[in-house]
């Protein structure tokens, strides 16, 4: 019997991702449980567990799985060894009678009303009746070595800031936080700040004293209280750790620091083949998992293995600067995850922000994630050196102040592969005031567009040979896709970067304000696109300038590009908390002179779209047909019959029927 492929597997070059893990037979077994009450030493055993997890690390060899019983663990774990192999691993996981929780943070129950500091702006000016301040002194023996809120956020590499375009009050707050019933409350720069918002907290010079308001100027006594006093969760002391699994534990409240150094909640420490599975990483405050060679200043050893990772249905919420970060991170296989609510921290611009942000990422599976609420941060960030990952099957939901949803960088050797995901509303982070005025006809004759707006699905910067191939592209503030050269970005041996060579092929555009698509130049290929809901020359060349903008007609007549595109009028609609995609007919009428619309030939209804040859996406591609057209965004073969498909990522596309999106659940029913 011939076993079924698994397509989604498949790399841009062909070949099948890399995996390599097995079933471990373990030689021991080592139970925690820190509320069983006995303070007698334990020794690991069921009867007579450890009470913290460190304990058990200590303790574990090769072979050794610990089991943690449900509980909160206020403590940071670091493990001693890693595993020898696949099947002889080091693994920490969750027993299964109840949440395991890991928290960086400790409560406190000591309060006072604050006193002694100006609550209002100027000596005698009125503040609101009711409010409470209220303080606590930090006890030195709780920080054991390492007090966040006597360091600041900024980066230990600070190179990279642009400080004329960057407002450094979030670089320079501290990376203590504090939280009220487990919600954060904001901090603030100046003490009398507090008097504008509740819910804030703000810490004096020295970080021993923190002084806060809560919500509503609730009592502290009323509420849970906790303050961060950990750098991290989970994370060894020495470098290079293999075969550790971490399965089903919650991590919450790391004080950790704006990368570089990428330092997470939960950390690898450039280590190498990691399973880190049904995990729930919670408010840390800059990174969530680091999986790399966490800092660019470390010595470079190429035999020295990272990454190689395994990163699965883990959920990922709120992470102030990046959700997962990796240096020189290969192979690594990143599913079925759900990264939500990254970026509060407004670092954008210290250029190590994102849902994942990779560097050097080679051989990388990227399958079946969601990544949802980004707020002004990429979604996914591959940051130069990147060859033969796929993204392939996920969901990039409301990128909220978001420059774009997908960036590769730099990027000269080899082809990174997009294809079969939803990319849905793509803010763009701008300045609306900047966009210049052009009253009456004043815009008609200028030769460029002015580059103030942005908000792209894709992006790629010097990045050549970038694949985008069955794509459902909607709500894009400025387009689709978008790439420039960078011919300067070059040392020793390497060469700029041209952003040529890209094919976009069989993807649907939709509702893009400015364009689908704005290629360099005319060294590029599209072909087979549906462009929906789109109006003016939404199909543009910059270079050579002056550079053009085209409707589909004139792009098939004077570039020879998507000679099988078609153009579209209906609506989409995508609930993007429920995860459902629905097509229907178009609510606002499409306005023409009627010799216009019969030369366009508007599809009216998405049942109604036309297939595609799928030789002819496959030549200009440059794609095996195995890698891409097999299979679409559900899990239906594509192409099963006639050889052909349809653009977008759906076999199928039917008018008010309810596509369930989840792609997590895809991955459950293999």
Request: charged share 25%; with cysteine.
């Amino acid at each position: 019997m011939t076993m079924k492929v698994d397509t989604t597997a498949l790399l841009p070059d062909g070949t099948e991702f890399p995996f390599w893990e097995k079933e471990n037979d373990f030689v021991r077994e080592i139970h925690v449980d820190g509320t069983r009450g006995k303070k007698e030493e334990g020794d690991g055993s069921a009867a007579c567990p450890f009470l913290s997890i460190q304990e058990a690390a200590e303790a574990a060899e090769p072979g050794t799985r610990v089991l943690i019983h449900g509980g909160t663990y206020r403590e940071w774990v670091r493990p001693r060894r890693g595993g020898e192999s696949p099947d002889k691993m080091i693994s920490y996981e969750a027993f299964g009678d109840g949440e395991v929780i890991v928290k960086a943070s400790e409560q406190v129950r000591d309060f006072t009303e604050s006193k002694g500091w100006r609550i209002g702006g100027f000596p005698g000016q009125p503040v609101a009746s009711g409010m409470r301040i209220w303080q606590h002194r930090l006890d030195p023996d709780m920080f054991r070595g390492y007090n966040p809120f006597c360091a600041v956020n900024i980066l230990h590499d600070r190179l990279f800031i642009e400080y004329d375009k960057t407002d450094m009050t979030t670089y320079l707050n501290r990376r203590g936080m504090v939280f009220c019933d487990g919600k954060p409350l904001q901090q603030v720069s100046l003490y009398n700040h507090m008097s504008r918002q509740d819910g804030s907290y703000w810490v004096e010079a020295n970080g021993q004293t923190v002084h806060f308001r809560l919500p509503g100027d609730g009592n502290p006594a009323d509420h849970v209280i906790e303050l961060t006093c950990r750098e991290q969760c989970f994370a060894p002391e020495e470098p290079f750790l293999p075969y550790i699994k971490v399965k089903g534990i919650t991590f919450a409240h790391a004080a950790t620091g704006a990368p570089v150094p990428q330092r997470g909640a939960l950390s690898c420490y450039r280590g190498h083949h990691w399973i880190i599975e049904d995990c729930v990483i919670d408010w840390s405050n800059a990174v969530a998992i680091d999986v790399g060679n966490e800092c660019w200043h470390h010595d470079f050893n190429p035999e020295q293995i990272v990454g190689n990772s395994v990163i699965r249905r883990c959920t990922i919420k709120d992470a102030g600067v990046c959700g997962i970060a990796g240096l020189h991170a290969e192979n690594m296989l990143v599913e079925d995850n759900l990264i939500v609510g990254t970026g509060w921290q407004r670092m954008e611009l210290s250029w190590e922000a994102g849902g994942m942000k990779l560097h050097n990422s080679r051989n990388g599976l990227f399958r079946r994630n969601i990544f949802r609420d980004t707020f002004r941060a990429d979604h996914i960030w591959l940051d130069c050196g990147n060859e033969n990952n796929r993204l392939t099957r996920n969901l990039f939901l409301n990128g909220i102040e978001q420059r774009e949803a997908v960036f590769i960088e730099c990027t000269r050797e080899g082809v990174n592969l997009i294809d079969h995901n939803i990319f849905w509303n793509v803010e763009g982070r701008f300045n609306p005031n900047e966009i210049p005025a052009e009253p009456g006809s004043s815009g008609w004759y200028k030769l460029t567009e002015n580059s103030v707006v942005n908000g792209y699905a894709v992006y790629g910067e010097g990045t050549d040979r970038m694949c985008v191939v069955n794509n459902l592209i909607g709500k894009c503030r400025s387009a689709g896709y978008f790439a420039k050269p960078v011919g300067f970005r070059m040392h020793g041996l390497e060469r700029g970067g041209t952003s040529r060579d890209a094919v976009l092929a069989g993807n649907i555009f939709y509702d893009c304000k400015e364009a689908a698509i704005k290629f360099p130049t005319r060294d590029n290929t599209s072909e087979g696109n549906l462009y929906v809901k789109l109006m003016g020359g939404y199909l543009r060349v910059i270079y050579p300038e002056p550079e053009v903008c085209l409707n589909l007609p004139a792009w098939q007549e004077f570039e020879g590009f998507d000679l099988t595109g078609q153009e579209g009028w209906f609506d989409i609609e995508v609930d993007t908390e429920q995860y459902t995609l629905t097509f229907r007919e178009a609510g606002q009428a499409l306005f023409g002179m009627p010799e216009e619309l019969e030369r366009r030939k508007f599809v009216r209804h998405a049942q109604d779209v036309g297939t595609v040859d799928v030789t002819e996406l496959e030549q200009k591609s440059k794609v095996g047909r195995q890698v891409i057209w097999t299979e679409d965004f559900l899990g239906t073969e594509a192409a099963k019959d006639s050889g052909r498909v349809l653009p977008g990522p759906f076999r199928e596309l039917k008018e008010n029927e309810i596509y369930h999106i989840d792609p997590r659940k895809m991955g459950s029913e293999q």
